[in-house]
DNA sequence: GTATCTGCAAACCATTTGCATAGAT
DNA sequence: ATCTATGCAAATGGTTTGCAGATAC
């Protein structure tokens, strides 16, 4: 679903479907949602294609995230994926979560006066 | 209120009160609460004390943050302070501002199951 | 007097960028 | 054929650390 509005969203704009594109968008379905930082995005890839240098994933990660396909947020110093473009809470228990609650986003954006993307929740 | 706190527990700890360290508590009153980075905080304390460096800056907020007396968290790549030490919400909206709304919070806390600490809004 | 503190300067490390070569269409 | 993409390698920039001299107590 991600996967096929991804490529075609590639396209659409006249840009190459490279082998790395191809698999950089495999592992987002696979592991996007555990919200990996770059380094780990990297690893996964090169279990695919051995030669995927950082700095091709980095330029496609910006790509993505310019044609609204993901979004990237920071999180302990480091660069996350962010799959999940709906409204909705980012938890961190050993590793970050999404939890889903349109009423608490609401209020939320309510209470700020501003439409919320996501939100970061640091615990105790 | 605050800043006496700070320079309670300093001694209570029998560190010592550098006039570095008594200029950054009275910084922190002053433009804490505006959550700025750490380059604006050396900035801040350079007005008044203009051979402050940076490292001494760094180890006093990391002491700070040790002893409870502040919190520190990343933003758009840069480390900022965090005064406020009940749980609340931190927007940007151009610059970050605090909202407060304990109600929210319990709805929050119950949904993902952890004491929230603060919450990051990131607005759309 | 002494254990802590400061500040210079270098290290660290996750990005971010420049550019020559390779590749998709 | 052409324009875009890749990957090496160097630059960037915000921290983070080591240490010799200075200071609060």
Not at 1 to 15: D, F, P, Q, R, Y
Not at 25 to 45: A, F, S, W, Y
Not at 84 to 100: L, S, W
Request: charge should be neutral.
């Amino acid at each position: 679903m991600w996967e096929k509005k991804a490529i075609e969203t590639i396209k659409s704009v006249n840009l190459k479907l490279t082998p790395q594109r191809l698999i950089l968008i495999e592992v987002l379905c696979e592991i996007g949602i555990k919200h990996p930082n770059l380094r780990e995005v990297l690893e996964k890839v090169r279990e695919y294609f051995p030669t995927m240098s950082f700095s091709t994933l980095y330029t496609n990660l910006m790509l993505f995230k310019g044609l609204g396909l993901i979004d990237l947020f920071t999180f302990g110093d480091e660069t996350r994926i962010e799959m999940n473009m709906k409204p909705h809470f980012n938890v961190y228990n050993g590793e970050i979560r999404d939890f889903c609650d349109n009423e608490i986003i609401k209020r939320i954006e309510e209470k700020v006066g501003r439409k919320v993307r996501f939100v970061i929740v640091i615990p105790e």
